[in-house]
């Protein structure tokens, strides 16, 4: 069993280095300004998310990630809308399918194509 160490240091790896808000590789990101990015904050729900789907397409873990964890944010609309989501300054949501990738290797199971 993967610790959440191992996650976390494979996302900072292969996700924080291509994220253009990430500033200092620990997960504070420029465009909030708050000490954890919100990646960090959901990372046992992503987890959790793509170790139990299977699919090899990436559109079951997106709506997983809607369902699950945009409900908790508080910056979802009641009609499940987002206006980070729709202006791409959400890093989770833009950098999902690439999470998803990185989890997956981690847990060493098959990548959705
Ligand atoms: S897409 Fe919006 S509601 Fe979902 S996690 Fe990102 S900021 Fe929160």
Not at 14 to 27: I, L, N, P, Y
Not at 29 to 45: S, Y
Request: hydrophobic share 35%; charged share 25%; proline share 4%.
């Amino acid at each position: 069993m993967e610790s959440m160490e191992q996650y976390w240091e494979a996302i900072q790896g292969g996700v924080f280095t291509r994220c253009v808000d990430e500033q200092d590789g620990a997960g504070n990101v420029r465009l909030t300004n708050e000490a954890q990015c919100i990646i960090k904050r959901f990372l046992p729900d992503i987890i959790n998310i793509v170790n139990t789907i299977k699919s090899n397409r990436i559109e079951p873990y997106i709506d997983k990630f809607h369902r699950d964890i945009c409900s908790q944010c508080e910056s979802v609309n009641p009609d499940g809308s987002c206006e980070l989501r729709a202006r791409a300054d959400c890093c989770l949501d833009r950098y999902f399918p690439l999470i998803v990738e990185v989890i997956e290797e981690v847990s060493g199971r098959s990548l959705p194509s």
